[in-house]
């Protein structure tokens, strides 16, 4: 049998006191110095008593790098830690091939404490040939009892939000709709862009394309598309779907959600832009969301203004009642 050599890592002899200090115990407050000291290097590092008291139990549930744990956390295993109280919100997740199918979605609750650099679009190049069957009227230019034009109103709600860049797209009737808009844009300065879709004729997805490609060419990782005749948006939901979609890494959109209704605007992650810079015809991003609805959110809110766009005769007439 080979001999047991001194500098064997196998055979090491165990710590028997002297001047060294077995590696662990080198490292504890206090280490080699007096009774006193000890203890004031103790408190300082919150031990309960010196290093070889009952600071073991101080240090596997005392403070850990210089920062107390909250009681919720202290001695429960990682799954069933609870997170601190704070402002959550409940919303609702595709759930698989059946949400992909249209079936039911799950209600989860989530903190929002998270953060997204978004962009926004406004989308205000169609004719609006529902508002007026000869076109003659342009239901961005109506005004509320305040006399203030209805683009204006929706422009405005969404600077107000927490949107780094904001871009309106026009195409019928651009000058009158970007005058419209002169006072916004000196407000805002170049947090608000202003651009022309050339082929806005052939529907709201040439719109739509000509303003993700402008977003496209910043630092953006998600885009809220807003639609020009929903003035009555609440800047605080475009705030809470951006904290959301935040929150929530695996999903790709968001859409608000009323009283059981999905509403606009929608959120894009910036890796839907591409799809998004594919779509033609006049029914927005409908396809996309079909297609990926089982990693879409829809988020309950309390804002009727998800809800509420002003396109026909009368509801331009309702529009004018209002402040």
């Given at each position: 049998?080979?001999?047991?050599?001194?500098?064997?890592?196998?055979?090491?002899?165990?710590?028997?006191g002297?001047?060294?200090?077995?590696?662990?115990?080198?490292?504890?407050?206090?280490a080699?110095?007096?009774?006193?000291?000890?203890?004031?290097?103790?408190?300082?590092?919150?031990?309960?008593?010196?290093?070889?008291g009952?600071?073991g139990?101080?240090?596997?549930?005392?403070?850990?790098?210089?920062c107390?744990?909250?009681?919720?956390?202290?001695?429960?295993?990682?799954?069933?830690?609870?997170?601190?109280?704070?402002?959550?919100?409940?919303?609702?997740?595709?759930?698989?091939?059946?949400a992909?199918?249209?079936?039911?979605?799950?209600?989860?609750?989530?903190?929002?404490?998270?953060?997204?650099?978004?962009?926004?679009?406004?989308l205000?190049?169609?004719?609006?040939?529902?508002?007026?069957n000869d076109?003659?009227?342009?239901?961005?230019?109506a005004?509320n009892?305040?006399g203030?034009?209805?683009?204006?109103?929706?422009?405005?709600?969404?600077?107000d939000?927490?949107?780094?860049?904001?871009v309106?797209?026009?195409?019928?009737?651009?000058?009158?709709?970007?005058?419209?808009?002169?006072?916004?844009r000196?407000?805002?300065?170049?947090?608000?862009?202003?651009?022309?879709?050339?082929?806005?004729?052939?529907?709201?997805?040439?719109?739509?394309?000509?303003?993700?490609?402008?977003?496209?060419?910043?630092?953006?990782?998600?885009?809220?598309v807003?639609?020009?005749?929903?003035p009555?948006?609440?800047?605080q939901?475009?705030?809470?779907?951006?904290?959301?979609?935040?929150?929530?890494p695996?999903?790709?959109?968001l859409?608000?959600?009323?009283?059981?209704?999905?509403?606009?605007?929608?959120?894009?992650?910036?890796?839907?832009?591409?799809?998004?810079?594919?779509?033609?015809?006049?029914?927005?991003?409908?396809?996309?969301?079909?297609?990926?609805?089982?990693?879409?959110?829809?988020?309950?809110v309390?804002?009727?203004?998800?809800?509420?766009d002003?396109?026909?005769?009368?509801?331009?007439?309702?529009?004018?009642?209002?402040?």
């Open positions: 049998m080979a001999g047991r050599g001194a500098g064997d890592a196998r055979y090491r002899q165990p710590y028997r002297g001047d060294a200090q077995p590696r662990g115990a080198a490292r504890r407050p206090g080699g110095c007096g009774a006193g000291e000890r203890g004031l290097l103790c408190r300082r590092a919150g031990l309960a008593k010196d290093a070889g009952a600071s139990t101080a240090a596997r549930d005392g403070p850990r790098g210089g107390d744990r909250s009681p919720a956390w202290t001695g429960r295993p990682r799954h069933r830690r609870r997170r601190p109280a704070g402002d959550r919100a409940v919303y609702r997740v595709g759930a698989g091939r059946g992909a199918r249209g079936g039911s979605r799950h209600a989860v609750a989530g903190t929002l404490t998270g953060d997204l650099p978004t962009a926004a679009i406004v205000a190049a169609g004719h609006g040939r529902r508002a007026s076109g003659g009227v342009n239901k961005l230019l005004r009892r305040d203030r034009r209805m683009i204006d109103c929706s422009v405005r709600a969404v600077l939000s927490r949107a780094d860049t904001v309106v797209v026009l195409g019928h009737q651009a000058a009158a709709v970007g005058s419209a808009l002169d006072e916004a000196l407000q805002a300065g170049d947090r608000l862009r202003i651009v022309l879709c050339e082929d806005h004729a052939e529907g709201m997805a040439a719109s739509l394309r000509t303003g993700i490609a402008t977003i496209r060419e910043t630092s953006a990782a998600a885009v809220a807003c639609l020009g005749d929903m009555l948006l609440r800047p939901t475009l705030d809470r779907m951006i904290t959301a979609l935040a929150d929530a695996a999903a790709v959109a859409a608000p959600r009323h009283e059981g209704r999905r509403g606009n605007p929608v959120l894009w992650r910036r890796v839907l832009f591409a799809s998004l810079l594919g779509l033609t015809g006049d029914q927005g991003a409908r396809s996309l969301l079909r297609k990926h609805a089982a990693r879409l959110i829809e988020l309950d309390d804002d009727a203004g998800v809800l509420e002003f396109d026909t005769a009368g509801r331009l007439e309702l529009f004018a009642s209002l402040v």
